[in-house]
């Protein structure tokens, strides 16, 4: 039988069960593989029922190329029809997926105990109600945030919120003082925590209410990017009445090179993009879930045209809105002929260039051609612009990209705002507005300054004496116990 001593060292990741959580982990693991090769990784995987080919396909790739990383599929549950056919959102859907795992979860954990070492158990920030079972089992936790150090200060304060206001944040019409975070219109909150009846919303509360009990949190970005905020949860600004658990900023960790096994040939848009003055071309990319109506896509391309500048755009086929918000199903191509303005493709070959569903979004954003972005404020999509020293303008669609525009906008300084109705759609007049802005303003002059020493910080971030490489170096450290030293 094997001793403590003799088993084999692990780190065991319980990501939530959305595709680009999984991607952040995975980068993770391959950072911490980098610098210590010997741990074996284990990932276990909530089997979601909306479509899960990308997710599929994505942990078979990974499988292949990390042979020390292991994958457990939980026992899948199937959702009660009487849930898929509600008003249920995403979020609310993703919690009952994960409160079903708890059995699942602890059972799984005494089972790796058997052979395995573990080190730590590191959560995801959205299946943090699942730490007192890592507790119960004497497993370090940490709480992984895939997103910004804004977004975990505001998790963190959320109790205190909670016990202040009774009202729902979409109904007070004020703003919020969150230590570390530009005042908040409460309408920009994440989206989970609008509704104060909502079930999410009471899932979001007790994974922050579990947040006491962790041994660390890990974020993906870097102390340059968001000085306030990771302050203020390093001093216990955001934690109140509990000692302070070590903040391990890591960033920036993005997927630099996953696109480059997509095919063996270039892509097209980066053929047309070699074809491109410097600096000139506005790339539009609303990730996986980025989908528009058909009037809105004929806006955008209005405004487009009007603006007279170079563009690349990734357009996504519209889709139902049962589909929009349980992501079920594959989407099927997208048919330009219909979607956009009768003659919109010829009247622009000159300066833009549309392409279908997806584009390899970090090489565009590293191209020398690509002079802006239009984003969706997905926390990788930032990373990966600002890593390309890529200025944008916000446009957020879902989840906390609302609140990330306000971060990015009043506090970081890297975006200019995109002004949307109260219905969320966006008039051509805007869309042509804010491309001018970004390109020929000196406002965007601005803008494009600050994301270019940003590039410069997070180069300097990952080098051997830099913040990040000097927290993950703490990281592991943190995971030797007294006797691996004997």
């Known amino acids: 039988m094997k001793t403590r001593k003799t088993m084999k060292e692990a780190v065991v990741f319980y990501p939530a069960p959305l595709i680009g959580h999984l991607v952040s982990t995975i980068e993770l693991c391959k950072l911490i593989l980098s610098h210590r090769p010997s741990l074996a990784i284990h990932i276990l995987i909530t089997i979601a029922p909306y479509d899960t080919a990308t997710a599929s396909n994505y942990i078979s790739a990974v499988s292949t190329a990390l042979p020390s990383v292991s994958f457990h599929n939980l026992p899948p549950f199937t959702i009660p029809q009487t849930l898929l056919s509600s008003s249920l959102n995403h979020e609310s859907l993703l919690f009952h997926l994960l409160h079903h795992n708890d059995p699942h979860l602890h059972q799984t954990l005494l089972s790796l105990s058997q052979t395995h070492s573990i080190k730590a158990l590191i959560f995801d920030i959205l299946s943090t109600q699942s730490i ?103 001093q216990g600004l955001c934690l109140l009445d509990f000692p302070v658990a070590p903040l391990f900023c890591l960033g920036p960790i993005v997927a630099a090179n996953a696109e480059k096994n997509a095919s063996d040939h270039k892509h097209q848009c980066l053929r047309w993009l070699d074809s491109q003055p410097s600096k000139s071309v506005v790339f539009l990319c609303f990730g996986s879930l980025g989908v528009f109506s058909k009037e809105q896509l004929c806006e955008i391309a209005i405004g487009l045209e009007k603006s007279n500048q170079r563009f690349l755009w990734v357009v996504r086929n519209p889709v139902t809105e049962q589909k929009h918000n349980l992501a079920l199903g594959l989407q099927e191509e997208p048919d330009f ?42 926390w990788n999509s930032v990373l990966e612009a600002v890593c390309g020293g890529v200025p944008m303008i916000a446009w957020p669609l879902y989840a906390e990209q609302r609140f990330n525009r306000v971060v990015l906008v009043e506090e970081i300084k890297v975006a200019l705002w995109m002004h949307e109705s109260e219905s969320g759609f966006v ?60």
């Not at 206001?165 to 925590?193: A, E, H």
Request: one cysteine or more.
């Open 337 to 378: 002929e219909l979607l956009l303005p009768k003659g919109f493709l010829e009247r622009t070959k000159e300066k833009g260039l549309v392409v279908k569903s997806w584009a390899p979004q970090a090489a565009v954003l590293k191209h020398d051609s690509v002079g802006g972005f239009v984003s969706h404020c997905g």
């Open 427 to 486: 008039a051509a007049t805007e869309v042509e507005e804010r491309v001018r802005e970004l390109m020929e303003s000196e406002r965007g002059n601005r803008v494009r300054e600050r994301v270019t020493g940003l590039k410069d910080e997070a180069k300097g971030a990952v080098r051997e004496d830099g913040s990040s490489h000097v927290a993950l170096v703490k990281l592991l450290k943190s995971w030797k116990s007294p006797e691996d030293s004997k």
């Open 132 to 234: 007192p079972i890592a507790s119960q089992l004497n497993i370090p936790s940490y709480i992984f945030n895939p997103s910004n150090a804004s977004i975990l200060a505001v998790f963190l304060y959320h109790r205190t919120l909670h016990q202040k206001y009774l009202q729902s944040f979409k109904d007070l019409n004020t703003f919020l003082n969150i230590p570390g975070v530009p005042p908040m219109p409460s309408s920009d909150m994440p989206k989970p925590l609008l509704h104060r009846n909502d079930e999410a919303y009471h899932n979001f509360l007790s994974c922050s209410l579990a947040a006491d009990k962790a041994a660390g949190y890990i974020v993906n970005t870097f102390e340059a990017l968001e000085p306030s905020s990771t302050k203020a949860i390093s």
